[in-house]
């Protein structure tokens, strides 16, 4: 596996904003400069298609989709529901790990 070079970049950010990070850094279990990374990571590519995002909406959007999607799986079709979760999980660690 090729190592990660990073370059230091120095960057001034509110104490709010800080406060942000930190929690994110503490929520995933890494530095401060590994959160602002991912941060990064995942904002930038938004910003270039030309989107901003409400976090809340889409988590909501996310997880009434995904209350919905069970119960109708739950309903019509119970033998399969596990296999589906199982294989959900399975997806996520895959391409979002």
């Not at 120095?10 to 400069?33: C, E, F, K």
């Not at 889409?58 to 033998?79: G, K």
């Amino acid at each position: 596996m090729e190592k990660k070079q990073f370059q230091s970049v120095g960057v001034t950010l509110s104490p709010r904003m800080i406060d942000i990070v930190d929690q994110l850094a503490t929520s995933r279990g890494v530095s401060r400069s590994e959160a602002i990374r991912i941060a990064l990571e995942v904002g930038i590519p938004l910003l270039k298609a030309g989107l901003s995002l409400n976090a809340e909406r889409a988590v909501t959007i996310l997880e009434h989709t995904q209350l919905a999607l069970s119960l109708i799986v739950q309903e019509q079709y119970p033998a399969d529901a596990e296999h589906l979760i199982a294989q959900a999980l399975s997806n996520v660690r895959e391409h979002h790990g």
